[in-house]
């Protein structure tokens, strides 16, 4: 059951993986054409929300970034918690082993960065910018190429992605976070403790659940935290058994349900929203900047010497194991995707350089856009070449069984 699920997982992802392509090439254009002005005018729109007493303003990218990513992300806890407890990370060292992968592909790229910018004209400021990966945008592409490889691998992508997005979260609490609120913080954990009472009920309605995760939701917003841990976390309150005999149990209810309207609907705007990058202002003398070759450098090298290198000496140890019927080219190629940074490598650029400077953010945009590229171009043809191996084998081993048979 756990392989079906993934697989129609890997199906939906694949056939949206297109439609992701498209919105973020379709940004692109619109953000370096004679649209720019609609486009980033778009954007910028202020919207405001208001339920009773609460109202919030944010921009159009801001909402669907704090808002629809975090019915994303509430869908990838839904799915971890599935296969922690009845799949592929039901075994703890196939859980350890993404876990200090991502501790390894975090570590890794921040040292990178400092042996690069530690001498004269260099920024320190900038380390923690090729720490983090870009969930979705890594997800969309190992959809392109894993049809032929084993679900196991998308789930240890998933699992490492998470583990790396809660610890870029940790780095801005820690390093960058100046405004959190103690107070929204114990309503978020309050709301959290609500959803997980109405999971006890017998039959509760559905409409229970979305008001829960809204108040989840809404808390961790003013908290100044990330939303994406609201998502995260509200997922682990959701129940994986069935209260009624017979009955589909509701986190099962809610991945089928939900999947489909993040693959094809929410991934789609969150990357029209933010791959809308203006190339003016990147000029080639930034290319050996320290800060561009810094951030370059460890998203493309950083993460795969980073998530290879712990991933390997986890199983070498004894630690963890390898993902169920994956091979080392396959997991080498899922740590080079890792380095996909973008959208979550240019947040964390904004906070550690602040706006006022056109030189760095030229240098910063050129460091993410181009280590993220060659990581996902890199990663893309090991895992195709693995996929080719697999398949000429599948061939192989279907003309063997025909001849034996004959």
Known sequence: MTRKLTLDFLRTEAASGAILALAALCALLAANSPLRDAYFGLLKTEVPIQIGGWREVET???WVKE????????????????????GELSNPRRLAMPVLAALGG????????????AGAGGDLRGWSIPVATDIAFALAALAVVGRMLPPSLRVFLLTLAIADDLGAVAIIAVAYSRDLHVEAMAG????LALMWLIGRLRRPPAVFYVAAFLLVWGFTLESGISTSLAGVFAAMTVPIAARVQGAEGPLKN??????????????????FSASGFSFAGLGLEGLTAPVTLGIALGLFFGKQIGVFGAAALAVASGLARKPT????????????????GFTMSLFLGALAFPAGDDALASEVKLGVIGGSLLSAIAGLAVLSRAAAVRRRRMVADQEIDATASI
């Open 188 to 191: 978020a954990l309050g709301a």
């Open 60 to 62: 159009v990218s801001e």
């Open 67 to 86: 808002g629809l990513m975090a019915i994303f992300f509430f869908v990838v806890g839904l799915e971890i918690k599935y296969e922690v407890l009845k």
């Open 325 to 340: 019927g994956a091979t080392w080219p396959e997991i080498y190629g899922v740590s080079a995707l890792c380095g996909i």
């Open 254 to 271: 809610f991945m089928e349900t939900l999947h489909p309207w993040v693959a094809y609907l929410i991934l789609p705007l969150f990357a």
């Open 106 to 117: 975090m570590i890794a790229p921040a040292l990178v960065y400092a042996a690069v910018n």
